[in-house]
Structures are given as structure tokens and as C-alpha cells.
């Protein structure tokens, strides 16, 4: 692994570094009206998915679907994202990107205006202090918040199973997830389960999209959080007040 890579998570380094920090200038009023913009699109969008996808239960996730589910899942898979592109007017596709980048997020149909809410970062979410060491070691997936929070968006090796099972911990009373475990299989139900697919800006290419971190409300959680493709590292201690980040 390169020391390089790692440092930025290497505690004792950022405090070391801390006062060569550069400060990023932010539009605090701008933000908030993007992130208010931006939650404004997703819920619409959930309350159409869940219409389509409300059904399903655990059992639904499992990597060994027999011919008739895998078929039903595909049907749901097909049905999401039509639904979407009649919100949207676009839909996204993953494939190979740049050399040497992997995959990566494309345009499959129709055209992303400005400031329209292309994709939700998936993964687990952890709070300040919460271990994250093993699961960061040759992991480019671990997405830090300016609040501290890291978000885990790999889905193989460790950082599945740890997202596994604490997906399946919250399970609610009516045997129902508390988050979508569908993005681990790169051919999630939510077709917006894709924001970690998203390349960042290279020196050739720069970005046309940016991330927003949002504090979702616990009432869209407790309504939706089947659709949303993160989960918590600890137990949500109050659920009727507990937020999720995307």
C-alpha cells in the first residue's frame, strides 16, 4: 500500500499536518441550497421506488437467487430505472472508464441538467473515533466528510461483510431492512446506488459532478432507509431522531 494514499487517514499524520492545511472556501448559503435542492429531488424519487420495490425482503438480497427470483430482480432492476427516467430524463450506466481507472459512471440515456441529484454515495457510515483501520488498508473507497464521518463504499473484501451485518442488525420489528443492501452487487435496485463508481477529476479530465454531503432526516430514514444504500458501523441509539449520511 502507499504511504502516499494512506496518510490523509493516518491520525497522527493529519494532526501533525494540520496547520499546512488548506482551508476550503465555502458559500455556507449556497451549500444549504444545494443540499436542500438536492434532498427536494430524492424524495420523490424514494417515494416512487418504494411504490415498485416495498415487497421485497431480505431474502430478495441474497447472491444465490434461483432462476425465478433473479428474473423477478431483474423485472424490479428494469422497472426502478425506467421509473426514474421518467423523474430524471437520464439514465446511468457503469462501465469501464478511463485506463488503468476501472469502472466508471456514464450518461446511457437522455441529458443531467445542472444541479440535478445524480447519484447516492453507498456504503457504511462512520462517526469520529469509530475503527476504520483494517477496512481503510488498500481501500480508495472510503469517502471523508468535512465533519469527520467516513463513509465505506467498497463492496467486497471486509467492507462487505461489516455492511452486511450491520444491515441485517437493524433489521425493524416487521422483518423489514433498515438500508439497501442491493449496491453490493454493482446491480443495485436503486439506481442511484452508484456514486462510488463515480471517477474523480484527473489532471487530463475535470469533474462535472460534485459531491454534497447531506444529512438525511430520520423521518425519511425510518420511511425509506430499505431504499438507501448506507448503514451505520453502531446501532442507531434513537431511531426516531437518528439521521443518515449520503
Known amino acids: 500500500m502507499k504511504w502516499k494514499s494512506f496518510k490523509h487517514r493516518f491520525v497522527p499524520w493529519v494532526a501533525a499536518n494540520w496547520s499546512t492545511r488548506l482551508v476550503r472556501s465555502v458559500d455556507s448559503h449556497s451549500l444549504i441550497e444545494k443540499q436542500f435542492e438536492a434532498l427536494s429531488q430524492l424524495k420523490p424519487q424514494l417515494e416512487t421506488l418504494s411504490l415498485i420495490l416495498k415487497p421485497l425482503t431480505p431474502l430478495a438480497f441474497k447472491s444465490n437467487l434461483s432462476d425465478t427470483n433473479q ?10 430505472v425506467k421509473s426514474l427516467f421518467d423523474i430524471n430524463n437520464f439514465t446511468l450506466h457503469v462501465s469501464p472508464s478511463l485506463q488503468a481507472e476501472g469502472l466508471g459512471v456514464f450518461v446511457n440515456q437522455g441529458r443531467v441538467k445542472e444541479s440535478q441529484l445524480v447519484a447516492l454515495y453507498p456504503g457504511t457510515i462512520y462517526l469520529p473515533l469509530q475503527p476504520i483501520l483494517l477496512q481503510s488498508l488498500h481501500n480508495s473507497y472510503i469517502l471523508r466528510c468535512v465533519d469527520g464521518i467516513h463513509i465505506d463504499g ?40 452508484i456514486g462510488q463508481l463515480v ?6 479530465i475535470q469533474p462535472n459532478v460534485e459531491y454534497i454531503e447531506l444529512d438525511v432526516p430520520g423521518s425519511m430514514v425510518d420511511e425509506y432507509g430499505y431504499l438507501l444504500p448506507n448503514c451505520c458501523y453502531g446501532p442507531r441509539l434513537d431511531a426516531k431522531d437518528a439521521s443518515s449520511k449520503i
Open 154 to 193: 467498497r463492496h467486497t473484501h471486509l467492507s462487505r461483510l461489516i455492511y452486511r451485518s450491520c444491515a441485517f442488525r437493524d433489521v425493524n420489528s416487521s422483518s423489514q431492512l433498515t438500508s439497501d443492501l442491493s449496491w453490493l452487487s454493482l446491480q443495485p435496485l436503486n439506481p442511484l446506488s
Open 199 to 204: 471517477n474523480n477529476q484527473s489532471r487530463e
Open 71 to 80: 428474473l423477478k430482480y431483474q423485472t424490479l432492476c428494469s422497472s426502478a
